[in-house]
Every structure is written in structure tokens, then in C-alpha cells.
């Protein structure tokens, strides 16, 4: 039952910003971009360039990347570029690949509000939560921005005549640094609950406010995103905390509600008493990393997130009378199980997560020859990287950290002086557990 709680619906009214009146200028947008407008409009159709590249370049920030809206059909677009290809996942959109930058073109699609009533066409279906299951009906440029999510990201770009054209108010919004959904908020997030998502991600990156009846519905709606699949919901996990405001965006999560559908095992982690210090620790690393434009693993952000939920799953099976390391390798299982139910985790990603974590157990132990074998382990960066971070946030006394990398820093000749350190002061360096059955040196 999709618009349930409909408002008056909003009366919209196309506006043209003309060049002197803006600050978008045709050098900030990328030669492809600028090449595959032109080639559209040569070619006789309207193109315009749209969303986070229009949005970020009116707010003086660099786009992350450029997408294009045209009317003509994503056929039409494939057979105007040799370096295109045609993707068929909810909507059909064409990617125009130039190196390591691609163009997303999207052709104009109809608008989500009326085609529910006047469209049983096959093209567009809604599920029983409202859920939009097929988009592709299309539709002209008007109804192509109403069927956007925010009013600051249905602006076009036209690079025929300068003009920005704004048919739902968002420059106003953009200037008041707003983030409202066009329509009526409930049905459009129950049309695609991941616009509840976007809307954290803009409003973390940008600074903006979540205007109030775009806020209200949120939290008890945040549920249905458990209906996205979970393949989506990871790609939209990696969008959310390596965009530079990871921080910012995990208390916007926990403050809407939003963590539970993404990670639930560690909201019932931390509602059970776990410290959440080691993700706001190592989301404060990763946006730091982020801002020297060093890049985010996606398997340590990961191996972060579920930290909480593996402590706690691991305690509780040691508590139950498991040994250590079987008690470990069990908890490992059962959390990466429950959570690729919410989150995909592709394996070439869940591997390493894994490595992260078991190394923990192993940073400790240098004895012998064991700090060589762990230094060379292909994880061993990343896992040292995680040790700095449990340590910074004070979950383990700090020391060990500090060991490994004076460790890395020296010569075989000071290792091994290290190694023969650690053996002298070993009884009293060790934390208070058993002590280890070892000849006297
Ligand atoms: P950025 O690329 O900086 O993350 P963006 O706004 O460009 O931000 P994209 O995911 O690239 O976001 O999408 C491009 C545009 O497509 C958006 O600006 C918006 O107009 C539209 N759009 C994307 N996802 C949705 C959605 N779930 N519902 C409605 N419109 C959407
Ligand atoms: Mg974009």
C-alpha cells in the first residue's frame, strides 16, 4: 500500500538559472563528461549533465564523478559510442568508460507518482511495501527530476546555453543547505528505502540539514531497508564510510536507527554493553586516511564494524568453556554468517577480514621465530594497522603496537636484538595470564 499518509502534493515550477547567474563553468567538468554531452546534443538529443556533479560543483566542491541525462534511449547512447556498455540491473543505464573515469547516461524516465495509477505496464511494479521492483518506464525531462531523489540533485546542467535548470526548488534548498526528498517522503522511501541512506551520506558529506518531514518519517521506517538485497546494501556500507565523514555518518546512523538493518549483530553487541570505541576509532583513521587521499580497504573497515559482535560472540563462547583459539574461529563463523544475511561480503573480501582478525591472536606471540612469520604474512600490515587502532582507543594497554613498529623499522640485527629483549623481559612484560611453560634463558 504504497502513499498511505500522502500530503498535499507539492506544486513544482521549472526554473532557468542563466550563466551569469551561477557558478558552474565548463572547466570544472571532466573532458568525458564534456565529450559525451557534446556528442548527445550533436546527434540530436537533449543531454544535460545531472545530480552530485551539477549539486557538487554549485557548492565550489570537485564532483566525484559525472552522470549524465538524456532522452536519448540507452540503445540509442550504446550505438554513439564504441566505449559504452549497457547495464541491466534495476534500471537500464549505459556506462561510456574514458580509461579509469566512466560516464553514467541515463535516459529520462517517467514519473513515480502518477505511474502507479495510470501504469500497469510491466516496466514499472511496485512491491506490497511500496517498493519500486522496475523503473524503466521513460519519461521527458520534467518528470525525469521529480522521479530524482533530492531537490539538490535534480539540477541539470545544459552545456549548449549555460543554463542550469531547477525544477524542484533546489537551488533554494541548495542555498539553504537542505536536504528534502521531492514528493511525499514516505512514499518515496518505501519506493527505494536506500534513499533513507542517501540521505546520512549527503548529509554527512556536505554539512546539509535533513529538512523535517524529509527527517520525520526515517526512524520507523528504517526497517524496510532489511528488504533490500544484500548485495546493494554493501555497495551502499562502502558509499557511506568511504566518502571522508565516516564519523559524522556512523552517529547520523545510530541516531536514525540506520545501524540495525546494516550491521545488527553490533547494535545488539553494543546494546548489550560492547564498546563501539573501535569503530568511531577507526572511522576517525579511515577519514583521516581519506583526506591525505590515501584510499580504505574495504575488508578493514569491515573487520571494524563487526568488531563489537565478534568481541562479544568470542567471549561468550570462552565463557561457555571454549579453548581461545576454537572459540575464536567459531565466533568468526557465526558473525561473518549472520552478517552476509544483511550485507553481502564478497569473499575476496571476507577472507582478509578474517586474517585481520586471527592475527590479533598472533601479534602478541613473537617469540622465536614467530615475529618473522607473522611479519610476512600478506596481512600483516592491515592487521598492525587494527592492533594501532584497538590500542588508540584504549581496548588493550598500548606497548605492543609501538614493538612492532620499531620491529618493521630495523635491521635483522636489531630484530633479533628485540626478539632477545622480549625473551629477558618476557615474564614481566606479559599481561597477567597463565604463566607460560617455558625453559628458564
Ligand atoms: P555522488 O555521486 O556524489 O555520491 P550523486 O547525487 O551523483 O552523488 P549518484 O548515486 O551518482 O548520486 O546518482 C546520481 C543521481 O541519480 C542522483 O543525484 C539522483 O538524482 C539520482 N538517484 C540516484 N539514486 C537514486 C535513488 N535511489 N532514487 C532517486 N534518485 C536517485
Ligand atoms: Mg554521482
Not at 554531452?37 to 557548492?59: K, Q, T
Not at 564523478?65 to 549505459?94: C, Q, Y
Not at 526515517?218 to 546494501?233: C, N, V
Amino acid at each position: 500500500m504504497p502513499g498511505n499518509g500522502k500530503k498535499k502534493a507539492q506544486v513544482y515550477q521549472r526554473r532557468e538559472v542563466p550563466r551569469d547567474q551561477h557558478n558552474v563553468s565548463r572547466s570544472v567538468i571532466s573532458e568525458p563528461a564534456k565529450k559525451v554531452l557534446s556528442r548527445l546534443n550533436n546527434a540530436g538529443y537533449e543531454a544535460y549533465l545531472v545530480g552530485g556533479g551539477v549539486r557538487d560543483i554549485l557548492l565550489g566542491k570537485r564532483p566525484k564523478d559525472f552522470d549524465i541525462a538524456t532522452n536519448a534511449t540507452p540503445e540509442e547512447v550504446h550505438d554513439l559510442f564504441r566505449n559504452s556498455r549497457l547495464i541491466g540491473r534495476r534500471f537500464r543505464i549505459v556506462h561510456v568508460v574514458f580509461g579509469r573515469e566512466v560516464i553514467e547516461v541515463t535516459t529520462f524516465r517517467g514519473n513515480a507518482a502518477e505511474a502507479d495509477n495510470d501504469n500497469t505496464d510491466d516496466d514499472r511494479k511496485t512491491s506490497e511495501h511500496g517498493l519500486l521492483l522496475r523503473d524503466n518506464v521513460y519519461g521527458n525531462q520534467e518528470e525525469d527530476a521529480l522521479r530524482r531523489d533530492f531537490t539538490v540533485n535534480a539540477l541539470y546542467y545544459c552545456i549548449r546555453n549555460f543554463t542550469v535548470v531547477d525544477f524542484a526548488n533546489g537551488i533554494e534548498d541548495l542555498r539553504n543547505q537542505q536536504l528534502r526528498l521531492i514528493g511525499d517522503p514516505e512514499t518515496r522511501y518505501r519506493e527505494d528505502p536506500v534513499r533513507m541512506l542517501r540521505a546520512i551520506r549527503f548529509a554527512a558529506k556536505l554539512g546539509f540539514d535533513i529538512e523535517p518531514e524529509t527527517e520525520a518519517p526515517i526512524q520507523a521506517l528504517s526497517q524496510l531497508l532489511t528488504h533490500i538485497p544484500p548485495a546493494r546494501l554493501f555497495e551502499e556500507v562502502l558509499k557511506l564510510f568511504s566518502a571522508g565523514h565516516g564519523e559524522a555518518t556512523y552517529n547520523l546512523l545510530t541516531r536514525y536507527n540506520l545501524l540495525a538493518p546494516l550491521f545488527p549483530e553490533t547494535v545488539r553487541a553494543i546494546e548489550a554493553g560492547e564498546s563501539d570505541e573501535l569503530i568511531r576509532q577507526a572511522l576517525r583513521n579511515t577519514d583521516a586516511r581519506i583526506a591525505q587521499g590515501k584510499s580504505v580497504t574495504p575488508y578493514f573497515l569491515f573487520a571494524a564494524m563487526l568488531w563489537p559482535a565478534l568481541q562479544k560472540e568470542w567471549r561468550q563462547r570462552q565463557d561457555n568453556g571454549d579453548p581461545v583459539q576454537p572459540a575464536l574461529h567459531g565466533a568468526i563463523g557465526k558473525v561473518i554468517g549472520r552478517q552476509v544475511q544483511a550485507t553481502s561480503i564478497p569473499k575476496r573480501f571476507s577472507g582478509p577480514m578474517k586474517e585481520i582478525w586471527e592475527l590479533q591472536m598472533r601479534l602478541p606471540r613473537r617469540q622465536g621465530k614467530r615475529a618473522f612469520v607473522t611479519m610476512s604474512h600478506p596481512r600483516f600490515r592491515a592487521a598492525y594497522d587494527f592492533l594501532l587502532v584497538r590500542e588508540d582507543c584504549g581496548e588493550i594497554e598500548p606497548g605492543l603496537g609501538d614493538w612492532w613498529t620499531e620491529f618493521q623499522r630495523l635491521d635483522e640485527r636489531g630484530q633479533e636484538r628485540m626478539l632477545s629483549e622480549l625473551s629477558n623481559d618476557a615474564p614481566k612484560k606479559r599481561r597477567r595470564r597463565k604463566p607460560v611453560k617455558r625453559p628458564a634463558p
